[in-house]
């Protein structure tokens, strides 16, 4: 009986020994796989948290970017409003010109084969005057119809509070004399039309503006009696108060 206890202990001695080296070996094959599975799954881990910090990033770049787009359209759209705004001014602008021109030309027609000029050119409205109808040869002195003429003129002005009026004196080369210089004399020319403005007329002095070019500002050739006549002049420019044009553009 005892042998036969021993016979059985035995027999499961060698089956639990040959069971334990069996699966141990198995085991340890798939503790190695489980560790190499496990790398792989901290390189992927990895490589998604990369992919996850790029994609954030991105994400952000694109809604910066979507808001600088929405901005710029904004701004765009505003830009295209204030050109529009600014063209239909400008061409209602020039079109007020364009008829303040009509009724100085009518209103100095009575002058016009003394050396009157009248016309539009780059939104402003010029009124070309030769010295032999406001002057006497070398003086600055207004003859009767130099004064008349600028009454005409400042009559067709009514309703024109906001235009700028610029006065610009204008000679020949030829010194009228001796001592003196033709600039000095077509600066004082402007200003005596600037002061008649003024004083007699009762122009806000404001709005008035006083030059001279001297022979510097020729329309024809010096070289002939003609020329030199039509360069014996001067001009007075109406134009719009600039300022004002804009700040109504601004809103301001």
């Not at 600088?68 to 209602?92: G, M, P, V």
């Not at 030309?105 to 009575?110: F, G, N």
């Not at 003129?153 to 700028?164: I, N, R, T, W």
């Amino acid at each position: 009986m005892k042998n036969n206890l021993k016979t059985v202990f035995l027999g499961v001695a060698i089956i639990i020994v040959a069971g334990a080296c069996g699966p141990s070996k198995k085991l340890k094959e798939a503790q190695e796989t489980t560790e190499v599975l496990q790398q792989q799954v901290n390189t992927l881990s990895k490589m998604a948290a990369t992919l996850k910090n790029q994609l954030n990033t991105m994400t952000t770049q694109m809604q910066s970017i979507e808001s600088d787009f929405s901005q710029y359209k904004t701004e765009c759209k505003e830009t295209q409003n204030k050109l529009q705004r600014t063209q239909a001014a400008l061409q209602e602008e020039n079109e007020k010109m364009q008829i303040l021109e009509d009724k100085v030309e009518k209103a100095l027609s009575d002058f016009a084969s003394k050396g009157i000029e009248v016309y539009y050119k780059n939104g402003n409205v010029y009124v070309s005057m030769e010295d032999k109808l406001l002057y006497k040869t070398g003086s600055a002195k207004l003859g009767d119809d130099g004064k008349k003429a600028l009454g005409n003129l400042v009559s067709a002005l009514e309703g024109y509070p906001d235009l700028k009026i610029v006065v610009l004196g204008n000679t020949d080369d030829v010194k009228f004399k001796k001592g003196s210089d033709n600039w000095s004399l077509s600066t004082e020319r402007a200003n005596g039309v600037v002061r008649i403005l003024r004083d007699e007329y009762k122009l806000n002095p404001a709005r008035l503006t006083a030059a001279g070019k001297g022979m510097y500002n020729p329309v024809a050739d010096n070289g002939t009696e003609e020329g030199r006549a039509k360069n014996r002049r001067t001009e007075i420019i109406l134009n719009p108060d600039m300022d004002k044009f804009w700040n109504s553009i601004e809103g301001k």
